[in-house]
Each structure stands twice: as C-alpha cells, then as structure tokens.
C-alpha cells in the first residue's frame, strides 16, 4: 500500500469524526449561552455557581473546537 492511499484511508477515516466533533463543539457553545442567558433554568443553585459552570461549559466547548479543527481541520500535508 502506498503512502499517498493510507493517508486518502485515513482521511476519509477521519471525517465523520470532524462532523462530530464540529457537532459536540457547536453543542457546547449553544449550551454554554443558552445557560447564561436563561435565567430561569437551575433556580435552586446560586447565581455565582451557575455563572462559574457556564463559563466552564463555555471555555470547553471552545477548547474542544480547537482540538477538532487541531486534529482534523488541518490540510494534509
């Protein structure tokens, strides 16, 4: 097998996997903003707490586009 084939495998591998993770990373920014602007959701938990998990649903979700776009949005070289 030649080394241009395994890189074209790998590839097509690896593209649903860039679906998904651009889908989970979409997720989790969605999540992080819909929590923050809805005031409503969690009434029990103090402002502070709920403040602290949104920003820390915010920051993976970012985190976790940039691993994907890392991993898979790069061209091959």
Not at 9 to 37: E, K
Not at 53 to 63: C, E, K, T
């Amino acid at each position: 097998m030649s080394s241009d084939e395994r890189i074209r495998n790998r590839r097509s591998f690896r593209s649903p996997m860039f679906y998904i993770g651009l889908a989970m990373t979409f997720f989790y920014i969605i999540l992080g903003i819909w929590l923050l602007l809805d005031q409503s959701f969690l009434p029990g938990v103090p402002r502070e707490f709920r403040t602290v998990f949104n920003a820390m649903v915010l920051i993976y979700g970012v985190f976790r586009g940039w691993r994907v776009w890392a991993d898979y949005g790069k061209p091959a070289e």
